[in-house]
C-alpha cells in the first residue's frame, strides 16, 4: 500500500523556505483524498525546487493511483536518484513495479528497502506479496508472518496471509487471520468474502453465507459476493435464491462467463430447460474453450429432443460417449 512518509531521512530540510510546509498542507491534503489540492501544491514546489524528493515521490504515489505507471515510475525513480536512502520511495517503486507485471523488480524494490530499514514491515509484507507471484508460497508465509511480528495490525497483510493458507487448505488458520483482519476494520466486505470461503472450506455453511449477506450489505454491487452466495444457496437446495443471486452478479458484470454458466445450471435443476439452455449458450460465447459447459448444452438439447445438436455438443463437452458391455459407458 502507498504510504505518505513525511521526508526521507537523508534530506533533513526541505531546502527553500516555505517548501517544507506546503509539502505538509500537501500531504494533509492527499491524506484526505484531496489530490488534485495535493497534486497542485507538488507542482508548485517542483517549479521552484525542480529536485525535491519529497514532492516527486508523492506526486508519483499521485500518478500511481490515477492509473499512470510509467509516469508513477519517472517520478519516484527521480526522487530516488535525488535521495537514494529514500525508504518509503524504494517501497513505493516496488508497488508500481509490481501492479506492472514485473515482479523481479519489484522484489529487488522490496528487498532494498528493507536493506535501508531491516524492521519495515510494510514492505516485508509487500515482499510477500511478490513472493505469491512467483509462485513462492512458503517464501511469502515466512514473509507475511515476520511482517506482522514487526506490526501485528497489518490489515492487508493479515488478509493477504488469509488468502494463502486458504488456498493452502488451512483454512481453520485462514479463518483466525480474516477475523482478526475485520476487528481492525469491521465494514471490509472483500475480507468477509474471503473469510466466507474460508468458512466453506471448513463446512460452516451456514456462517459462510452469514459473511456474504454481510458483505453484500456493506457492498450491494459486488458481484463476486451474490456469485459465491449463489452457489451455497444452490449446494443446500435453495434455488430460487441461488438464481436470485446469480442475477444479482449478472446484473453487475454482464460478460460473466461463469456467472452465466452458474445462472444456466440453477434454471436447468427447476426444469426450466429452454432458459437454461439460453445461458449455457450466453456462457459458451463468453468462453468457447469451457468443455463443460459445452456438454452441459448437449445434455439440455438431448433432454428438449435436440438429439443431432446435443450428442455433436456432448462430444465437443465429454469426448465420444463409448459403450462397452464388459467396461460400461466411457468417454473416448
Known sequence: ?????????????????????????????????????????????????????????????????????????????????????????????????????????AGAAYQRAIALKAD??????????????????????????????????????????????????????????????????????????NLAAAL???????????????AIAMQPDLAAAHHSLGLLLQRTGLLTEAEQSYRAALAQETANPAYCSSLASVLELQGRLTEALKHYREALKLNPDNKEVAGSIGSVLLAVGEAEEGLLREQQGFGVVIFDSEQGVRFG
Open 1 to 105: 500500500m502507498s504510504e505518505l512518509p513525511p521526508q526521507p531521512e537523508s534530506v533533513e530540510n526541505p531546502g527553500i523556505p516555505g517548501i517544507e510546509q506546503t509539502l505538509k498542507v500537501a500531504m494533509a491534503h492527499q491524506s484526505r483524498g484531496e489530490y488534485a489540492q495535493a497534486e497542485r501544491l507538488y507542482r508548485e514546489v517542483l517549479a521552484v525546487e525542480p529536485g525535491q524528493p519529497i514532492a516527486l515521490h508523492l506526486l508519483g504515489v499521485l500518478a500511481h493511483m490515477a492509473g499512470q505507471g510509467e509516469m508513477a515510475l519517472e517520478l519516484i525513480r527521480a526522487a530516488i536518484h535525488q535521495a537514494p536512502d529514500y525508504v518509503a520511495a524504494h517501497n513505493n517503486l516496488g508497488n508500481v513495479l509490481r501492479d506492472l507485471g514485473d515482479l523481479e523488480a
Open 120 to 193: 519495515y514491515a510494510e514492505a516485508i509484507g509487500n515482499l510477500g506479496l511478490v513472493q505469491v507471484g512467483l509462485k513462492e508460497a512458503a517464501a511469502a508465509e515466512a514473509s507475511y508472518r515476520q511482517a506482522l511480528e514487526l506490526k501485528p495490525d497489518l490489515f492487508d497483510t493479515l488478509n493477504n496471509l488469509g488468502s494463502l493458507l486458504c488456498q493452502s487448505d488451512r483454512a481453520q488458520e485462514a479463518i483466525s487471520c480474516f477475523e482478526r483482519a475485520l476487528a481492525l476494520r469491521p465494514r471490509s466486505p472483500g475480507v468477509l468474502c
Open 200 to 214: 466453506r472450506q471448513t463446512g460452516q455453511v451456514e456462517s459462510s453465507i452469514s459473511a456474504l449477506h454481510q
